[in-house]
């Protein structure tokens, strides 16, 4: 069983930053996949950045340039530095695991979900 905590979110003016956190508990292993998901009133959730157990990549098109994904296992923890925040990016944001290797953006490859963090950008 793994257990994820958001933390990081707030409230910010366009153009501002803010770091998401994500920690982790239970059976964890470096090589797990790790994303970040978002979801904001009235729309579907969506793939924002995720990070394989090789430590690769990927972002949505939306957010690339402004955020960056990264793990630091030692903390067991996941982070996300959005820069340059816009009002669509306002939505809750979840941090989500799973015990495969390879990144991916698709929620239902992801068996672990926090209880997330909102994100609010104001212009």
């Known amino acids: 069983q793994v257990q994820l905590v958001e933390s990081g979110g707030g409230s910010v003016q366009a153009g501002g930053s803010l770091r998401l956190s994500c920690a982790t508990f239970?059976?964890?292993?470096?090589?797990?996949?790790m994303a970040w998901f978002r979801q904001a009133p009235g729309k579907e959730r969506e793939g924002v950045a995720a990070i394989g157990g090789d430590g690769r990549t990927t972002y949505a098109n939306s957010v690339k340039g402004r955020f960056t994904i990264s793990r630091d296992n030692a903390k067991n923890t996941l982070y996300l530095q959005m820069n340059s925040l816009k009002p669509e990016d306002t939505a809750m944001y979840y941090c989500?695991?799973?015990?495969?290797?390879?990144?991916?953006?698709?929620?239902?490859?992801?068996?672990?979900w926090g209880q997330g963090t909102q994100v609010t950008v104001s212009s």
């Open positions: 989500a695991s799973d015990y495969a290797t390879k990144a991916s953006l698709r929620d239902e490859e992801y068996m672990y």
């Open positions: 239970g059976i964890t292993y470096d090589n797990d996949r």
